[in-house]
């Protein structure tokens, strides 16, 4: 499935102040690229407010943007970040810098076509594969009550099973 951004994305989280309709809020920044950002926040507002930003980057004085937004994510589900997906429509030259700074260098492989993440940082660690678990064993044994044939795990054949059907005691030594 390819992806409808047009720039690289990476997360980086930084104070973020934003500004919609003369009620100021702050939030956390991610998910940073030259021509969007996701703002996570708790007063993500409709698609297509127009936001005023201001964000807070290290070492640089406060940069300020302005943005639409295009998506907004509110549940109270916990795994999902609650905030809203910004596309930057008047941009700062610090910021840009930033984003460029941040983004991993991109050099293409010889012989082949397109850019490729430069990885060559990255230590290649040979870890053991943990042993795959064996299958459970099971043993047939009919019920002496109803003759329904019930699989049962050898694990638990100490645990006195019943039938899956009339629910009686089968014995393991009706095999």
Known sequence: MKSGRRHKRFIRRLETEFTADNKNYRG??????????FIRTQHA?????LVDI?????????????????RSIKTPIVSVKNGMGI???????LYINFVK?????VQPEP???????????????R????????PPEFTIIACPNCSVRNKVNN?????GPKCGKCGSPVNPKNV
């Open 28 to 37: 956390i920044s991610s998910d940073l690229s030259e021509s969007g950002l």
């Open 45 to 49: 507002f409709i698609p297509n407010t």
């Open 54 to 70: 201001n964000i807070h980057l290290p070492d640089i004085a406060d940069v300020k943007l302005k943005g639409c937004v295009k």
């Open 87 to 93: 596309e930057i429509l008047v941009n700062n030259p």
């Open 101 to 105: 700074s941040v983004l991993p260098v």
């Open 111 to 125: 012989g082949t076509k397109g850019p490729e993440l430069d990885t060559s940082f990255h230590k290649h660690i």
């Open 127 to 134: 870890e053991p594969q943990p042993a795959a678990p064996q």
């Open 155 to 159: 694990a638990k054949l100490l645990l």
